[in-house]
């Protein structure tokens, strides 16, 4: 944990650049007007006087890549709908933020779903799409009144409807609340319950660009990525690619969270690291130290304290055995058990397992059962590799990536932490206080003191 | 089989007689608004998520009563619904509280104190997971990630956001709403009730002055980055935690404690015949008919 030479500078103004969170400290900033002033639908003017093909190559030149967590690059997704093969074709905007530690998505909708609702427009007008979807994620009520609301006022300005700025584009945009079911945010899945059905994963190909939502050529992108497509519209490639790496271009929400001073969302160029984040943020809660860390979720494997200095895009996290994700940077202190943490995630993702196939529905359920018991200090040695061997038949066994993510968090704490396991196994029991992780654990402390 | 097996005495189980209808100024009103809804969408499957919200918004719960009214708009089977709305976590399947009180337990939730607030809250109110207060008030349950880990440990009710809550908030807002406080998120509006909120969900915007300005723009966490980009001190997030929590001896939760809510099979209105929908007749006054293909199997019907 030495500190590199090259991080003299953590002053925060120089390495955060927030651009979608750019005004959320203002008054109303949900509204078109406060939008409006921040230069809101400039982008599209801009994008409307393009050709839909023009538009789809600038984004594709501007490096933008996918913020819903597999990083595929956004322009060449538009790419791929077929054009001129008179079907309608749909944009479904994956609002379903339920990665457990992801929550960027949801403040963003919160202070600024215009930049969304632009960024659609846009959109639809490359690919060349007159119906567009907001997936939202129902268990978020107070969003979706603001998309509701956002929703309106741009039908009243003309930015949704018929005859869009004049420019011959027909749009219109529905928002749907679905029901509560994290595999919903899996595209295809998703499509399913648009249309009605159980949220099940589809067999690809063929895939969403050539058969999607009522079988149509269909785009599925996540929200903070169409919200990014009007800033570079308006501030232009070279801007987008001046912040972040040459394949890793661009600004981005990193969400902090868990035991550190000052949790909270922090958008800076890709390729900053936790330990920039940390410093310029208070660090980890005052007394203790970072134990172990998820770059982008749950179902990203784990980080320890030796992952501090790696660059947190698509590239540096791939190198170091992770994925970039979602950017949910998850951080727990020494206080934490990872049995305990790897148990409850493997509970969620059981609990969330749709059922369709055998590896995730059932080992999912078997990776609980040893969990629990080893939690509780009724494990054996052998479970551990049999957890090994379980995770091992999901991984890349399953129908969906929900079966590789209930993979991630097994194998990497295994990595890291086997002798902690093997703790709870000869000391038949946890040996940790769950008391002392709480937020209000030390400040009980002060008092009793 | 049925007749001949009722008179030798032996119970293989009466098929289910199909849902009583809504009453007819009812399902004149809920079919108004299943017409806008239905015109959203492309094809009118796609407004059955929605249509769900909706039954939800008229019942409290999803009925079979529902779920029949679902079927007849959309020109689905029973079965065809039924298992929709048992796949998703929101619809529920039994009559429940005014006020949905979800604590986070999932992982960073659960360690930051989402488990102890679960906890306190089950002992406080006398109630399991998923179980209601005698007053009808409170619906307790935990429920997975929401989305506001920056604001951990979170509990929603109603689907709004209660955001960095200890024992003691917790329980000070579970008293206020059996008493029949006004009580407000940290984030959203003002609480209204289960049944409302639903309406919401089924796509109707919330009218209420003053509820989508509620709260302001954004969360004090998710200011703190911006804040440091604009050269403003690091904001350390102020929790609205009040005194702090009681000293009690740490609890140790086993493993067991924590049981996924999908663990066991849960009824379906369907099947779960001592909770019949509330606005209609009882089921045997219904005008039975002779098959229902779609309707439960015999041995739920037992």
Known sequence: ?449 | MTTSSSERGVSLGMPELPAPAYPDDVRARLETDAREIIARYPDSRSALLPLLHLVQSEEGHVTRTGMQFCADVLGLTTAEVTAVATFYTMYRRRPSGDYQVGVCTNTLCAVMGGDAIFEELQEHLGVGNGETTDDGKVTLEHIECNAACDFAPVVMVNWEFFDNQTPESAKRMVDDLRAGRPVSPTRGAPLCTFKETARILAGFPDEREGAVEATGSAGPASLVGLKLAKGEAPARVVHPRGEAPRDTAPHEPSPAEHLSSHDAPQDTAASDPSHPSPTTAREGEAAPRPSDPAGPTAEEGE
């Open chain 1, 1 to 449: 944990m030495t500190l590199a030479p090259e991080l003299k500078d953590t002053s925060p103004e120089k390495l955060l650049a927030p651009v979608l969170s750019a005004f959320w400290d203002e008054d109303e900033s949900w509204t078109l007007d406060v939008y409006r002033r921040h230069d809101g639908y400039e982008g599209l003017r801009k994008a409307l006087a393009m050709s839909p093909d023009d538009v789809i190559a600038y984004v594709k030149e501007s490096g933008l890549r996918g913020r819903g967590g597999a990083g595929f690059p956004t322009g060449m997704k538009w790419q791929f709908i077929p054009q001129g093969d008179g079907k309608p074709h749909y944009l479904v905007v994956n609002a379903d933020e339920s990665e457990p530690g992801t929550c960027k998505d949801i403040p963003l909708l919160f202070a600024n779903p215009h930049s969304l609702i632009e960024g659609i427009v846009i959109a639809c007008h490359a690919i060349r799409s007159s119906h567009a979807f907001i997936y939202l994620r129902g268990e978020v009520v107070p969003v979706l009144r603001r998309l509701h609301t956002a929703v309106r006022e741009a039908y009243e300005a003309g930015f949704l409807g018929e005859n869009i700025l004049g420019s011959g584009l027909d749009l219109e945009l529905t928002v749907h609340a679905g029901a509560g079911a994290y595999i919903c945010g899996e595209e295809t899945a998703l499509l399913d319950s648009l249309e009605g059905r159980r949220g099940q994963p589809r067999l690809r190909p063929p895939f969403p660009a050539v058969a999607g939502l009522y079988a149509c050529p269909t785009v599925v992108n996540n929200v903070e990525s169409i919200a990014s497509v009007p800033a570079i519209m308006h501030r232009g490639k070279e801007w987008f690619r001046s912040m972040g790496s040459e394949k890793s271009p661009g600004f981005t929400l990193y969400s902090l969270s868990g035991h550190v001073a000052s949790p909270g969302q922090y958008e800076a160029p890709l390729g900053i690291t936790l330990r920039q984040l940390l410093e310029m943020s208070g660090g980890m809660r005052p007394g203790h130290r970072l134990k172990f860390w998820t770059p982008g979720g749950s179902s990203t494997p784990m980080f320890t304290d030796e992952h501090l200095d790696v660059p947190l895009d698509y590239e540096g996290v791939g190198a170091a055995g992770s994925m970039l994700g979602t950017k949910a940077l998850q951080c727990f202190d020494e206080t934490t058990c990872v049995v305990r943490a790897v148990t409850r995630w493997t509970e969620f993702y059981a609990h969330e397992s749709c059922g369709k196939c055998t590896p995730c529905r059932e080992g999912t359920y078997w990776l609980v059962q040893l969990l629990r018991d080893i939690e509780a200090g009724k494990g054996r040695m052998s479970d551990l590799d049999k957890l090994n061997d379980i995770a091992d038949n999901i991984n890349g066994k399953s129908f969906c990536a929900l079966g590789d993510g209930a993979a991630s968090p097994i194998f990497s704490s295994l990595k890291y932490f086997r002798e902690e396991y093997e703790e709870h196994i000869t000391g038949r029991g946890c040996p940790f206080d769950p008391a002392k992780s709480t937020a209000w654990a030390d400040h009980r402390t002060e008092v009793n003191a």
